[in-house]
């Protein structure tokens, strides 16, 4: 069974710039989460979508955003990209919504690593 | 809100020595809790989970007992190997809420 993949896994863009990663998720997973990992934060929560709906997101400006296809596979979308948004982007998918009883792993993606210059 | 906190590395051991990595939360109601491992260029992965109070939760060689008294879930492993460098991350998931909260993160490197 494949794994979550994640492209591009490295790019550098410069301030102003909008950048946009992919994710796609292991087979048959409806639940793809988003998460900004920094050295100084770890990982934090950027937004979940399951069956194309966002359910949740994260403090983060509206310059963040996502979406979800019918085959589950997700995209996230950063605008007018600042030096502050340099960090490894990493997806995890799950077969239930974050939060349900029975969603007891998240399965990761090896990310996408972007450089802001 | 939900948190989770972890303590600071890194942290540097000799091969064959105990390693304990603290991790305390704040949550309401019942969490279920986790270690997720991160390898060098690789993404998280599950190390160990425990979804009820007093749950150990153990998987090759680390454990991680469920303690709601102290709201607390320390790693554990008796004699780590240099296999196990790594950026170690403590979890938690609220049936009732709708994300995870991860704590910093405990880089750990073992040296022969």
């Known amino acids: 069974k494949a794994g979550v993949t994640q492209t591009p896994r490295y790019l550098i863009k410069t301030r102003g710039q909008q950048v946009t990663l992919s994710c796609s998720p292991i087979?048959?997973?409806?639940?793809v989460s988003w998460y900004q990992q920094t050295p100084g934060q770890g990982l934090q929560f950027l937004f979940e979508?399951?069956?194309?709906?966002?359910?949740n997101k994260g403090n983060f400006p509206g310059r963040f955003s996502g979406r979800q296809f019918s085959n589950s596979r997700s995209e996230m979308n950063v605008s007018t990209l600042e030096l502050g948004d340099s960090a490894l982007y990493l997806c995890?998918?799950?077969?239930?919504?974050?939060?349900?009883?029975?969603?007891?792993?998240?399965?990761f993606g090896e990310g996408s690593r972007l450089t802001v210059l | 809100g939900d948190s989770v906190t972890q303590m600071e590395g890194p942290v540097t051991l000799s091969e064959e020595a105990f390693l304990t990595i603290n991790c305390t939360y704040t949550?309401?109601?019942?969490?279920?809790l986790f270690w997720y491992v991160q390898y060098p260029g690789e993404g998280l992965q599950l190390l160990l989970k425990?979804?009820?109070?007093?749950d150990k939760g153990s998987n090759k060689g680390f454990e991680a007992t469920y303690r709601k008294e102290t709201t607390s879930f320390h790693l554990e492993k008796g004699s780590v190997q240099v296999s196990d460098s790594a950026v170690y991350f403590c979890?938690?998931?609220?049936?009732?809420?709708?994300?995870?909260?991860f704590g910093t993160g405990t880089s750990l490197t073992v040296i022969p």
């Open positions: 979508y399951f069956s194309e709906t966002q359910r």
């Open positions: 087979s048959g997973h409806r639940s």
């Open positions: 979890a938690l998931s609220r049936n009732t809420g709708n994300q995870f909260y």
């Open positions: 995890a998918s799950s077969p239930q919504p974050l939060g349900q009883a029975n969603t007891g792993e998240l399965f």
């Open positions: 949550a309401t109601g019942y969490p279920s």
């Open positions: 425990a979804t009820k109070a007093d």
